[in-house]
């Protein structure tokens, strides 16, 4: 949407969506006091919240209600905190792409989302434009359409299932146009957050033939799976669409293993494959949810073995600057030299493996 319809429409949802610290006093969220101190908050970090996830929040302080409620510690930004922790302005060769990795590229079709998560990687963005202009959008696509080497497409923004089911079918179909395109990846919240969203229109929006799509499902904690949210995962899967997860690892919502073991066993009989684990990203004002590394490694070690290895994401970190995603490997190996290893077992006994000859 562009500014005078997101003007509109946010008058419209006001009633329903929470934008200010003042709309969460009724729930109980925010004490009367604390919502004039929470201003300069919001004012630097936009808060959104939908409808939903307000029911799925008990307690300011639980693992929903932290990942939502605005925070006075967001006002702390470190020296090693970044506007674009990832490097997404780096590698953009037109407006809206980011292009990292030869084979595919993300296509940031909006800035919109449904919640804004106190946390967010691209918390300096989201919310700031609205949608991608048709132009750019055209300039987009013929970028992609004149680099063979793009393989696949990855949608995010912003949430890209915020857009209208017209506006993504128009996305989908161009894509399904250009030969060397066969793959489309939606990066989204919603399914959870705003399950309303997830109608059959939108689904059939999603996909075309000639592109496969992947949904990969941005989730952090068991508790935002309320029935509404299990139903939209329930039409997508019967829908025959692919389930990927993406979590951000985060100090007090979700590090534990009680926590991530549900989490991820979860998704399993939901019919969404955990996928990544990101250490958090040094996004501005949010150092009260960062662990360390080491601390994200041993959860991932105590994990392994203790659930389904289908269960377990990829722990990655996002190099500062833009260099990419690697895994955070709990080190299970030592040594090497001759084809000679010792390997740390889940329980931490060790054990000796020679490479064969
Ligand atoms: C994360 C990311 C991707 C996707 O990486 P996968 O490892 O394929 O999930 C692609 N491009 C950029 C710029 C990214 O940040
Ligand atoms: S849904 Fe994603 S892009 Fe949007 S605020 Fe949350 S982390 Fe940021």
């Known amino acids: 949407m562009d500014r005078p319809a997101a003007a509109a429409l946010g008058a419209d ?20 006091a604390d919502a004039a101190a929470l201003r300069p908050v919001t004012e630097t970090f936009r808060m959104r919240i939908t409808p939903q996830m307000r029911t799925a929040i008990t307690r300011a302080d639980d693992g929903v ?68 202009p048709a132009g750019d959008v055209a300039a987009a696509l013929d970028y992609i359409r004149r680099t063979p080497a793009i393989n696949e497409v990855i949608l995010t923004g912003g949430d890209p299932l915020s ?6 079918h128009e996305i989908t179909t161009a894509l399904a146009a250009i030969p060397h395109v066969g793959l489309m990846r939606i990066h989204t919240r919603v399914p959870v957050v705003a399950p309303n969203r997830i109608t059959p229109e939108m689904i059939a929006a999603l996909t075309a033939p000639g592109l496969q799509t992947w949904l990969v499902l941005h989730t952090n904690h068991p508790q935002e799976f309320i029935p509404e949210a299990v139903a939209a995962l329930d039409l997508l899967r019967t829908a025959g669409v692919p389930l990927l997860s993406q979590s951000v690892l985060l100090r007090g ?16 009989r939901l019919g969404v494959k955990p996928y990544y684990l990101h250490h958090c990203d040094l996004a501005r004002g949010t150092s009260h949810y960062r662990t360390t590394i080491a601390a994200g490694r041993a959860l991932m070690r105590a994990l392994r073995g203790q659930i ?28 090497g030299a001759d084809g000679r290893w010792q390997v740390t077992d889940p329980n931490g006994g060790t054990h000796i493996y020679h490479d064969p000859e």
């Open 253 to 268: 919502v979700n590090d534990s293993v009680a926590v991530l073991k549900s989490l991820f066993t979860t998704l399993l």
């Open 65 to 132: 209600g932290l990942q939502f409620v605005p925070d006075r510690r967001e006002l702390n930004v470190l020296p090693s905190e970044l506007t674009d922790p990832i490097g997404d302005g780096a590698h953009s060769p037109t407006k809206g792409i980011t292009h990292r990795y030869p084979d595919r590229v993300i296509f940031h079709v909006t800035q919109v989302c449904e919640v804004y998560c106190r946390f967010c990687f691209r918390r300096e963005v989201v919310g700031e434009n609205g949608v991608l």
């Open 308 to 335: 389904s290895g289908s269960a377990l994401p990829t722990y990655v970190l996002d190099i500062p600057g833009g260099f990419g995603k690697v895994p955070i490997t709990a080190d299970y190996f030592d040594g």
């Open 13 to 32: 949802l006001r009633k329903h969506v929470a934008l200010q610290p003042a709309d969460l006093v009724p729930d109980g969220l925010i004490s009367p």
């Open 163 to 168: 857009l209208s089911p017209r506006r993504l």
